[in-house]
């Protein structure tokens, strides 16, 4: 009998960004009360309530606390917030924004003083996206997907910047369709972990017979990787070990896992393990049938 193999993307799981976020936060709360972040750290439900155990709180509405410590997410918050922020007594604003979006607001923020159209492609409601806009001086355009490219004004030269965690072949093809009313300048902000992440699930995704993506489903950099690999192969997005159906796995030999950028090692070992033991009784209900 053929026994099942369980393969996991080279380069899967926590970046450098979300694993610098979550020590800035567990460092403070390690001595101080009361610690806060402005919405999700990361893009991970399940971790996001470990950390609340750990006494770091999510609250969407910084008005609504006096004192403490404020943590802001990965992904950064709008400028006139931020600033807003740092003015207020009684609360310590720690940033945890990934330097990578960092760049991709300064490039925005210089491009808003010299330029009259700003090009974003990326997701218009992901709060990176919506905090780089807040940088542009409402000269951003945003491009989620190629129809939206007529909304783009004709102009001597049109600037493009990318959301971090857009996938590459989608910035090329939207550049392309861009390139086709003005001349470009582009500035290519994916960071190099998504790309690794996506090449690595792609190039595995080619090999196996179903592919497990494990992420927030509210994040963004997740649901790339299903994307990529659903075109390629049957894949299931999942964020915990309870959503997986035994019956997935019928008649297939080999399993390809990834995870988004923002999935903690702690949850792929759990469905990992999860997925041997499908595949274990798979067997042995095999075996008990033919001995029958
Ligand atoms: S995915 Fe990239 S941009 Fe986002 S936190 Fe990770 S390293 Fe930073």
Not at 21 to 37: D, G, P
Not at 48 to 64: A, F, M, P, T, W
Not at 186 to 215: H, P, W
Request: proline share 2%; glycine share 6%; net charge positive.
């Amino acid at each position: 009998m053929i026994k099942k193999q369980i393969k996991i993307a080279k380069s899967s799981g926590f970046c450098f960004g979300v694993k610098r976020a979550i020590e800035l936060a567990e460092k403070v709360a390690a001595n101080n009360k009361k610690v806060y972040t402005f919405g999700p750290l990361i893009h991970n439900p399940q971790e996001v309530k470990r950390l609340d155990k750990e006494g770091i709180k999510v609250i969407e509405n910084h008005s609504k606390i006096r004192k403490g410590i404020l943590v802001l997410r990965t992904h950064g918050i709008e400028q006139k917030i931020h600033e807003k922020l740092s003015k207020r007594k009684n609360i310590d604003v720690i940033d945890a924004t990934c330097p990578f979006v960092k760049r991709a607001q300064d490039i925005v923020k210089k491009l808003s003083y010299k330029s009259e159209q700003i090009v974003i492609v990326g997701e218009k409601t992901h709060p990176e996206v919506i905090a780089l806009v807040s940088y542009g001086k409402g000269k951003c355009v945003v491009v989620e997907e190629e129809k939206d490219v007529k909304k783009i004004r004709k102009t001597d030269v049109i600037h493009v910047v990318s959301q971090t965690t857009q996938s590459p072949k989608q910035f090329n093809n939207i550049v392309e369709c861009i390139s086709r009313i003005s001349k470009v300048k582009i500035y290519n902000t994916i960071c190099r972990a998504t790309f690794d992440r996506q090449s690595a699930a792609e190039r595995l995704a080619k090999s196996v017979d179903i592919m497990i993506v494990i992420g927030g489903k509210n994040s963004g950099n997740t649901r790339r990787l299903y994307q990529i690999c659903s075109k390629i192969v049957k894949t299931y997005h999942i964020e915990n070990v309870e959503e997986i159906k035994k019956s997935w796995f019928n008649s297939k030999t080999t399993v390809g896992i990834t995870a988004g950028a923002s999935t903690p090692n702690w949850i792929i070992e759990n469905i990992k393990r999860r997925i041997e033991k499908i595949c274990e009784s798979g067997r042995k209900d095999k075996k008990q049938e033919k001995k029958k």
